[in-house]
Nanobody, 124 residues
Framework: QVQLVEHGGGLVQAGGSLRLSCAAS????????MGWFRRAPGKVREFVAA????????YYADSVKGRFTISGDNAKNTVYLQMNSLKPEDTAVYYC?????????????????WGQGTQVTVSS
């Protein structure tokens, strides 16, 4: 079992940047597929990005491709989400998640463990 804690959310102006971190404990994050999801007010939780167990494969939602980057640091057992060129529509609670599966990477139902979430607000 793994525990996940997110940090790094906050308020930023449109065009700005934030870096979210997801610290894993209990097991090394590289044992899982790691993903970031977000839930905007009134919307369902949606896939943002994921990194495979090997760390060599990354996946992104079309809406964030080219702006967001997911990465991992084995020494710190932490996964990051670098968010650049932020837009007001990126405003949401962002969640880190871990999956035992290598399939359904974009499917929130495939993820077994979740962090508590961190709020990101982008002002126009």
């Amino acid at each position: 079992q793994v525990q996940l804690v997110e940090h790094g959310g906050g308020l930023v102006q449109a065009g700005g940047s934030l870096r979210l971190s997801c610290a894993a404990s209990g097991r090394t994050y590289s044992s899982y597929t790691m993903g970031w999801f977000r839930r905007a007010p009134g919307k369902v939780r949606e896939f943002v990005a994921a990194i495979g167990r090997s760390g060599s494969n990354t996946y992104y939602a079309d809406s964030v491709k080219g702006r967001f980057t997911i990465s991992g640091d084995n020494a710190k057992n932490t996964v990051y989400l670098q968010m650049n060129s932020l837009k007001p529509e990126d405003t949401a609670v962002y969640y880190c998640a871990a999956s035992h599966s290598v399939l359904g990477i974009r499917d929130r139902d495939e993820y077994d463990y979740w962090g508590q979430g961190t709020q990101v607000t982008v002002s126009s």
